[in-house]
């Protein structure tokens, strides 16, 4: 029998049944809600574990990459994907990625979404590896805010789309390797049974597995330890997209986007030595693995690092990138004025459930977008701007496949009772334990001997956890088995490439031109 995060039977839980339920509310959840909803005849169920605010989405700044400047194509587009990706690009669904941007932009704008333009038409903004200037933006730095609230919008206005708030997802339920439903828990109301013809998960990534991370605390990859628990494939999770210019706040590293040096800010350390000239011919705007890395080191050499945006100027930096300006004047410091000190951060995670071109999982009527997914499209490492692009793009063509799909109803009544429950535990200082053994040993620059103790440690914590019925437990489990997905790929991967460096191995090797998936057992 396989394992279940709490004991239950269906049998005795409320039920509901919908054709398509879709497991996250962040951009790729509400895109895909979206085109689902164009079958009127589906009844679509969008269930969240938190508000909007808190998704990664709603916090993505340096806006969403399209090739409809005058001197840009999908061609080049594609062409500084595959670069960035360091040898592992899926080119065939890289290439549906940015042909599809074109058209799939263009259809949102018609429907009313606006993105900053002037006299000449459309802003475009230029970020590292990019070829061009492509980045469109909202708002100047709030793209990811305003493409969730425009789409919620829309799904808001569909009348075949239920919304499920402060609902969280414990277990995929599956029979033959078929998915038909999930076992969730609503908050203030218990759990609940929802069957489903199709089931998405757009959950998010889990950088927040880490210490040190741009994302919100929730970030733990539990859509992934969902799926790998169902027996999905999983694929490349040892890459994880680190950003160099983040400034560190009580709650967590608060991003300083690309944009700002694609604008012309630049990396100092407390000598003024420009050092990323050293690193790079691209200078500040090399690709986020080398500036990362560079940056690290700086603070490894025990130097401090700054972000150098005094050349831009107060006004332009204030219209620019209100939001950055804003938080920057609540901590006492003036870009016009000042250098800002500044750290790498766990960005964003390119590994997760293994999908082709069309989000199918391993699992047959289970789907993946967003985040989450892996089809190869990131490669080792992830253009800037294509993750807002991604969950666009791909949450669309779920979100088709399934409104235009005929699919059987499954139902199956599932009992779990394997797990003996013991008093609650102090699970917040548990996640906190795993964050800091992850940043330390499973960071920006590992090596055998880190991976290795990361890995005992991590399996000595699964081994010790003590099971409760609380979300507590759930999240801390489903931390351990991504956590555990992350470290034994890494440790696995025995060369450097994209965002994977290791020092043992600091070199690409032809070897390792391949991706690594597992499931369990």
């Not at 050499?301 to 804003?326: M, Q």
């Not at 499209?377 to 063509?397: D, E, H, M, Q």
Request: hydrophobic share 35%.
């Amino acid at each position: 029998m396989r394992e279940f995060l709490c004991n239950f039977n269906s049998k005795h839980l409320n039920k509901e049944e919908f054709d398509s339920l879709i497991i996250g509310n962040g951009l790729a959840g509400l895109v895909c809600a979206y085109y689902a909803s164009k079958n009127p005849k589906k009844r679509i169920a969008l269930i969240t574990k938190e508000i909007k605010e808190r998704s990664t989405s709603m916090n993505a700044q340096g806006g969403i990459a399209v090739a409809l400047g005058k001197n840009d194509s999908w061609e080049k587009h594609l062409k500084d994907t595959v670069v960035c990706g360091t040898g592992l690009t899926n080119k065939k669904i890289a290439k549906i990625l940015v042909k599809n941007a074109i058209k799939d932009i263009k259809e949102l704008m018609a429907l009313g979404l606006k993105f900053d333009s002037d006299e000449r038409g459309l802003e475009f903004g230029k970020e590292g590896m990019h070829s061009v200037s492509r980045i469109l933006h909202i708002n100047g730095d709030a793209t990811g805010a305003g493409l969730v609230r425009f789409m919620e919008n829309l799904v808001n206005k569909q009348k075949n789309i239920q919304i499920f708030k402060k609902t969280y997802a414990i277990d995929i339920l599956t029979k033959n390797n078929t998915a038909y439903g999930i076992l969730a828990e609503i908050k203030d109301y218990g759990k609940k049974i929802f069957y489903a013809k199709d089931i998405v998960l757009a959950s998010g990534g889990y950088a927040s597995i880490y210490q040190n991370t741009t994302n919100p605390k929730n970030s733990l990859g539990d859509g992934i330890a969902m799926a790998y628990r169902a027996g999905a494939i999983i694929s490349d999770t040892e890459f994880v997209q680190f950003h160099p210019t983040t400034v560190k706040t009580k709650d967590r590293n608060y991003l300083i986007s690309e944009a700002v040096r694609g604008e012309g800010a630049i990396l100092v350390n407390e000598n003024n030595e420009r050092f990323m000239l050293k690193e790079s011919r691209l200078g500040e705007l090399a690709g986020r693995d080398i500036v990362s890395r560079a940056v690290f080191d700086q603070m490894q050499n025990k130097h401090t690092a700054y972000l150098d945006c005094t050349a831009l100027g107060k006004e332009f930096f204030k219209e620019r990138f209100p939001s950055i300006f804003n938080f920057l004047k609540e901590h006492g410091i003036d870009p016009s004025k000042d250098k800002i000190k500044i750290e790498p951060a766990a960005h964003y995670c390119i590994g997760g459930i293994k999908v082709n071109g069309k989000g199918m999982t391993s699992i047959k009527n289970l789907y993946a977008c967003g985040e989450c997914s892996c089809s190869g499209i990131n490669g080792a490492n992830r253009l800037p701007s294509n993750s807002l692009l991604g969950a666009v793009v791909f949450g669309k063509i779920v979100g088709q496949t399934i409104a235009n799909k005929k699919t059987t109803a499954i139902k199956a009544t599932t009992e779990y009772d394997k797990l003996k429950y013991s008093q609650h535990e102090d699970y917040e200082s548990k996640i906190d334990k795993i964050g800091k053994l992850m940043w330390g040993n499973v960071g920006i620059k590992k090596d055998a001997a880190r991976l290795e103790k990361a890995l005992k440690e991590i399996r000595l914590l699964k081994k010790r956890l003590k099971s409760d019925n609380s979300f507590g437990y759930f999240k801390t489990k489903n931390m351990l088995a991504v956590a555990e997905l992350t470290t034994a790929m890494a440790l696995s991967r025995k060369e450097s490439r994209g965002t994977h460096y290791r020092t043992d191995f600091p070199k690409e090797s032809n070897k390792w031109l391949m991706h690594q998936t597992t499931r369990l057992n």
